[in-house]
């Protein structure tokens, strides 16, 4: 077996790198076919992407019809991508163009340069009085908080108070709909799907702003 020239042996790792870099823009530009072609025929019910927060690495999931869910690193992102394919429909991929919009106004937010989203939301995860739970979220303004028990009356229910925690609990799209706006009446925090620190870093965001 003879040796390779050295010139040869130093080109070698180069041209091993070049290969694996290109195969990997060969699969990046093979995935972004599938997903078109997916969306064309009607065949990708949830895209979904990652992005980077002050609160964490948010996953966002949608369908043709808006947002479906949003989820803090806690919640086990593959987890919540299982349960969607339990729940909602095994087609899934990774579809990071569909959620560019969702990203763009969560940057605002958390850059202090957005008080609301402006986004199509697709509530299928909550029914009966969770959804009218959520429903009534977006009206808490920026800024502002209300007791359980204010939202418990607002939803129609006033003794309904642990029915709105619960409500919160499961809420699928946390800082768009914005349970964290939701605290005890004594003022103290409350519980958060996404965790304390996560409630108390949204509060302060907002109150600085």
């Known amino acids: 077996m003879t040796t390779p020239p050295e010139s040869d042996a130093t080109y ?3 041209l091993l790198t070049a290969l694996s870099a290109g ?6 530009r093979l995935h972004a076919r599938l997903v078109t072609a ?8 949830i895209g979904y992407r990652t992005v980077d927060t002050p609160v964490g690495t948010l996953l966002l999931a ?6 479906l869910r949003v989820a ?5 992102h ?4 299982a349960a969607l394919g339990r729940t909602v429909s095994p087609r899934i991929l990774h579809a990071p163009a569909r959620l560019d919009e969702v990203s763009r106004q969560l940057e605002q937010y958390f850059a202090g340069r957005r008080t609301g989203f402006e986004l199509p939301l697709d509530l299928r995860l909550s029914t009966g009085f969770r959804r009218t739970v959520l429903a009534h979220l977006s009206y808490i303004d920026y800024g502002r908080t209300e007791s359980y028990a204010q939202v418990a009356a607002a939803a129609g229910s006033p003794k ?4 709105v925690g619960s409500a919160c609990a499961t809420n699928p799209l946390p800082v768009v709909l914005p349970c964290h706006r939701v605290v005890r009446s004594d003022g103290s925090w409350g519980q958060y799907v996404g965790g304390a620190e996560a409630k108390q870093a949204l509060l302060r965001l907002e109150h600085a702003a």
């Open 62 to 67: 949608a369908t043709e019809q808006g947002l």
């Open 78 to 81: 593959d987890a919540v991508l």
């Open 23 to 28: 195969e990997g823009q060969t699969l990046d």
């Open 72 to 76: 803090y690193p806690s919640q086990d």
């Open 12 to 14: 070698l790792p180069d």
């Open 38 to 45: 997916a969306a064309a025929e009607g065949v990708l019910d």
């Open 160 to 163: 309904a108070v642990r029915a």
